[in-house]
């Protein structure tokens, strides 16, 4: 009974983080890409007239969240990928901690 209970809690964390995330980031902060990209000009001159908005370091807190979430997906993919097919997991430096977070919920 715990292994099923720990299984089901396993499912829910990785849905939540694989899918949750992302839905949560495009919800309360909105598209990672911006609309519009200012020349190097516009930027220096907008940092010195007015500083660093509030928006501006949640955007730039967001897009180290999608970054660290990119991580974790790929690490869940190679994961899956692994486990269905009963290969050994590789050890994909690239993906450093992400990959045992992943390999513990899969």
């Known amino acids: ?3 099923l209970l720990r299984g089901l809690g396993a499912l829910v964390a990785l849905v939540a983080l694989v899918v949750g995330v992302p839905y949560a980031l495009v919800r309360f902060v909105g598209s990672p890409f911006p609309t519009v990209i200012p020349s ?3 930027l220096r001159q907008s940092i010195e007239q007015t500083g660093v908005g509030e928006a501006t370091i949640i955007k730039l807190i967001a897009c180290v969240v999608w970054i660290a ?4 997906a790929l690490a869940v993919l190679v994961e899956l990928a692994a486990t ?3 290969r050994p997991v590789p050890s ?3 993906l450093g901690s992400s990959q045992r977070i992943a390999g513990g919920l899969v």
């Not at 979430?69 to 974790?72: G, I, Q, T, V, Y």
Request: net charge positive; charged share 25%; proline share 0%.
């Open 84 to 86: 269905t097919t009963l």
């Open 92 to 94: 994909l430096r690239l």
């Open 69 to 72: 979430w990119l991580r974790l």
């Open 1 to 3: 009974m715990s292994r």
């Open 40 to 42: 190097l000009d516009q």
